[in-house]
């Protein structure tokens, strides 16, 4: 009687469920407090559990929840952002990391061609004296009763030589 239902047709709907056997809820002031009350029926019986929270309680563990997930919230963004950070660190290290990784395997690519196109040309440099030193060798072997064949075939070998000579010497001076 001293209770004071928001709903006006609260009290009268208590009553019919209470009769029909049916579950609801209703809420109320009473001295002051609001108060939830939640009913069901218990089946096979004409009993009901009821269960009634003042508005207060309810409030308190509802700050107390948001206040809890307010901070758990925050700690998880928190270290949510310190591993995308890291995360970041470690990416942007590796990517660094690579790119160095890739220049010098370019570089050491391109040493290594020159290296190969050096040692062909170098090749190809010191082959030419020296063929040219056993061929008028060979010509100068076959031609030894014939002093002017003989003296153009050893100056062609002097010139060979020297130009190999100088070659070696270059290519030494380079090392």
């Known amino acids: 009687q001293d209770?004071?239902?928001t709903d006006k047709d609260a009290l009268a709907r208590?009553?019919?469920d209470l009769n029909s056997g049916q579950a609801n809820m209703v809420s109320y002031e009473l001295q002051d407090v609001m108060h939830y009350t939640y009913y069901m029926p218990i089946e096979?019986?004409?009993w009901f559990i009821t269960t009634t929270l003042h508005y207060d309680l309810i409030s308190e563990n509802v700050d107390v929840i948001r206040t809890t997930l307010t901070r758990n919230s925050l700690v998880q963004l928190m270290l949510v952002l310190l591993v995308l950070f890291f995360l970041f660190l470690v990416y942007n290290f590796m990517r660094?990391?690579?790119d160095k990784l890739q220049l010098e395997k370019i570089k050491?690519?391109?040493g290594n061609k020159a290296k190969s196109v050096?040692?062909?040309n170098m090749s190809h440099d010191i082959r030419t004296p020296m063929n040219a030193i056993i061929g008028y060798a060979d010509l100068a072997e076959k031609h030894r009763q014939e002093p002017e064949r003989l003296q153009g075939y050893l100056k062609n070998i002097q010139v060979s030589g020297e130009k190999m000579l100088s070659?070696?010497?270059n290519v030494l001076e380079l090392s």
């Open 96 to 98: 660094k990391r690579n």
């Open 3 to 5: 209770a004071d239902f």
């Open 44 to 46: 096979g019986t004409d």
């Open 108 to 110: 050491a690519e391109e």
């Open 118 to 120: 050096f040692l062909s």
């Open 167 to 169: 070659i070696i010497d």
């Open 14 to 16: 208590w009553r019919s």
